[in-house]
């Protein structure tokens, strides 16, 4: 049982397109929500992370939105490139557990040419 | 500095045989996590450490084992490996909230 929703599975966007990738939760003792990047056959590296308190939090091209009333996040990656196409997980992590963080499925983006 | 390196890069194993998976981290972490990751479900907790000498169970921990002897070093042991246990295992470390993963070892059982 996941406890945190990621959608959609995969999608495809133009060269400078905005590809948006959305998240939900049902858990109200998350306090921290990082999204992480992976290229194929490589570990995914922290990308860009908000708490709770925040509705956005933007660092270059990428976008985090987050919606506490709702359950919901979402990362935007704006002016999308090529280089962008990897996988994205989204996830959440539970007050006082000792750093356990609970993934999304994953979101698989093509950015094409 | 290194990060998170992780020792063998690719394995494969016969049903019912034995490995061990090295992590090793070069940041001073406190804590340590082993992850499983198959398609479409995610990154999978399996085992973590929140200091040197101390293991939890994750939400997969069924069929592994680990070890923290060394603050800088985490095992992963499969004792008796099932095809079910094919899967590509990410470590991670962590001082606070982000944490940082290795390259990964992709294992498959026949």
């Known amino acids: 049982q996941q406890q945190v929703k990621q959608s959609p599975q995969s999608l495809i966007v133009q060269k400078g397109g905005i590809p948006i990738i959305n998240c939900a939760y049902e858990n109200t003792a998350f306090d921290y929500f990082p999204w992480y990047q992976q290229f194929p056959g490589k570990g995914p590296a922290l990308l860009i992370a908000?708490?709770?308190?925040?509705s956005e939090k933007k660092e270059g091209r990428f976008t985090i939105s987050f919606n506490k009333s709702a359950k919901q996040f979402s990362l935007h990656i704006m002016d999308s490139q090529p280089g962008d196409s990897a996988t994205y997980f989204c996830?959440?992590?539970?007050?006082?557990?000792?750093?356990?963080?609970?993934f999304g499925a994953g979101t698989q983006v093509v950015v094409t040419p | 500095n290194a990060g998170v390196t992780q020792t063998p890069k690719f394995r494969v194993l016969k049903t019912g045989q034995s490995m061990t998976l090295l992590c090793a981290q070069d940041m001073n972490h406190e804590y340590m996590y082993w992850y499983r990751q198959d398609p479409g479900m995610g990154l999978r907790l399996i085992h973590y450490s929140v200091g040197e000498g101390t293991t939890a169970k994750g939400e997969v921990p069924d069929g592994y084992n680990v070890s923290r002897l060394k603050k800088q070093n985490f095992l992963l042991g499969l004792e008796s490996a099932a095809p079910s246990q094919t899967s590509v295992y990410f470590c991670a470390s962590s001082y606070s909230r982000a944490q940082y993963f290795g390259p990964g070892t992709r294992l498959t059982v026949l």
């Open positions: 908000i708490r709770p308190d925040v």
């Open positions: 996830a959440a992590r539970l007050t006082d557990s000792w750093g356990k963080l609970q």
